[in-house]
C-alpha cells in the first residue's frame, strides 16, 4: 500500500544553543496547538496570527517569527494532525485485502479518541471545498490517497480470488468514503452516536456483500 508522508528535518542555526533552540521548539509546538483548536473553533477564515499569539501569550510578531504567513501555520497545524494518524496508516498497512477493509474501522477509533481533533480535520475539510481554499489541493490529495488505499486493498482482493466479479473498486471507495465522513459529522451533532460500532458495523455487511461466496 502507498502511504505518503513527508518529514521536514531542519538544522540548528549557527550560534544557538540546545537550550535556545528547545525553547524555539517548545514555542513553535504551542503556536501549532493553539492553531488547531481556534480553527477547530473558528475555522481558518475567521482566526487571526494575533489570535492564535494571543491565546499563547505572546504578539502577532512572535507567531511570524516562527511562520511567515497563517497559510504557513495551518500546514503545520495538518503536517501535526497527520504525524499523530501515521500509526493508524502503518497499522492498517500491515494487512491485506478485505482483512484491510476490516482493519479501516481503526480510522474511526482514531476519530473517537480526540473530539477536537476530529471538530479541526471536518472544519478543515469543509473549508477546503472553496476553491481558493489554502488546503484544497492538499486535502484533496489526501481523499485521492484514501481512495487510492482503499481500491489497492480492494484490488489485493481481487487477486486472492475474495471478490464477486462484479464488484466495482471506485464505487465501493467512493461509498466507505462518504459513509465515514458522514458519520463523523453525525457524531460532532450528537456525540452518542456510536461511531465506531456503526463503523464496523459497516465494513463487516460491505465485506459480507462484495466477497465471493
Excluded: C
Excluded at 469543509?126 to 482503499?150: D, G, H, V
Aim: aromatic content about 8%; cysteine-free.
Amino acid at each position: 500500500m502507498r502511504w505518503i508522508y513527508a518529514l521536514a528535518v531542519s538544522a540548528r542555526p549557527r550560534g544557538r544553543t540546545d537550550a535556545a533552540v528547545a525553547r524555539g521548539e517548545a514555542r513553535r509546538a504551542a503556536l501549532v496547538a493553539a492553531a488547531a483548536e481556534l480553527f477547530a473553533e473558528a475555522g481558518y477564515h475567521r482566526t487571526r496570527l494575533a489570535d492564535v499569539g494571543a491565546r499563547t501569550g505572546v504578539g502577532r510578531p512572535a507567531v511570524l517569527h516562527h511562520f511567515e504567513s497563517k497559510e504557513a501555520l495551518v500546514n503545520a497545524v495538518l503536517d501535526e494532525h497527520e504525524r499523530q494518524f501515521m500509526a493508524v496508516r502503518m497499522q492498517i498497512a500491515q494487512h491485506r485485502g478485505l482483512d484491510g477493509i476490516r482493519q479501516l474501522v481503526q480510522i474511526m477509533e482514531f476519530q473517537y479518541e480526540d473530539r477536537r481533533r476530529t471538530t479541526l480535520w471536518t472544519m478543515l475539510l469543509a473549508e477546503s471545498t472553496s476553491s481558493t481554499a489554502p488546503l484544497r489541493a492538499r486535502m484533496i490529495e489526501n481523499y485521492n490517497q484514501f481512495r487510492f488505499s482503499i481500491t489497492w486493498l480492494l484490488g489485493q482482493a481481487e487477486e486472492d480470488g475474495e471478490l464477486r466479479p462484479d464488484v466495482d473498486p471506485d464505487r465501493e471507495a467512493n461509498v466507505i468514503i462518504a459513509f465515514f465522513n458522514g458519520l463523523e459529522t453525525s457524531w460532532l451533532l450528537d456525540e452518542t452516536v456510536p461511531i465506531v460500532d456503526l463503523a464496523r458495523g459497516f465494513l463487516e455487511e460491505l465485506i459480507a456483500r462484495i466477497r465471493k461466496p
